[in-house]
């Protein structure tokens, strides 16, 4: 009996047998099962980054449409913003490429009577088109502030 355990887990002397063998084993398989992981979080992240950018892509793509139907609607691309009798920028092009866009409840929502950050309009602000933002861009307080 005593040799049959000698054979089956080593003698415990010489550091040698299947116990041995079983560690390193889990070691190669522990190693392998890291590189795994680290080659398919690659691979995961690579495919996010690919579909990010071929969200922005497309709404980039939108909104040179929106852009080329104001045109030929108007005979004009938009001016970048409209001034009031001062001469102070008080809306941007993107409201008024929001009905090409497919935004006319948005667009009938706002208020050309009131700056863009008047009181009716900033609580528009959160109905942005998904358009005007790019994912990989992150969204921040400063940047919604200054959007018009």
Same mark, same amino acid.
């Given at each position: ?57 497309? +709404? *980039? &793509?939108?909104?040179?449409? %929106? ?5 030929? #609607? ?14 102070t920028p008080i809306h941007s092009w993107r409201v008024l490429i929001l009905p ?22 900033? +609580? *528009? &602000?959160?109905?942005?088109? %998904? ?5 990989? #861009? ?11």
């Amino acid at each position: 009996m005593r040799d049959h355990l000698e054979q089956v887990c080593g003698d415990g002397k010489t550091g040698h047998g299947p116990s041995r063998r079983r560690r390193i084993v889990l070691v190669v398989c522990g190693v392998g099962l890291v590189a795994l992981v680290g080659f398919l979080g690659r691979a995961i992240q690579l495919a996010r980054q690919a579909a990010v950018h071929s969200a922005c892509t497309c +709404r *980039l &793509a939108q909104m040179q449409v %929106a852009l080329h139907n104001y045109h030929y #609607e108007h005979g004009h691309f938009p001016p970048a913003y409209l001034t009031d009798d001062e001469g102070t920028p008080i809306h941007s092009w993107r409201v008024l490429i929001l009905p090409y866009m497919e935004e006319d409840e948005l667009y009938d929502a706002y208020s050309f009577d009131e700056p863009w950050n008047g009181p009716n309009n900033i +609580r *528009l &602000a959160n109905r942005m088109p %998904a358009g005007f933002h790019c994912f990989s #861009e992150p969204e921040s307080n400063s940047r919604r502030k200054r959007r018009r």
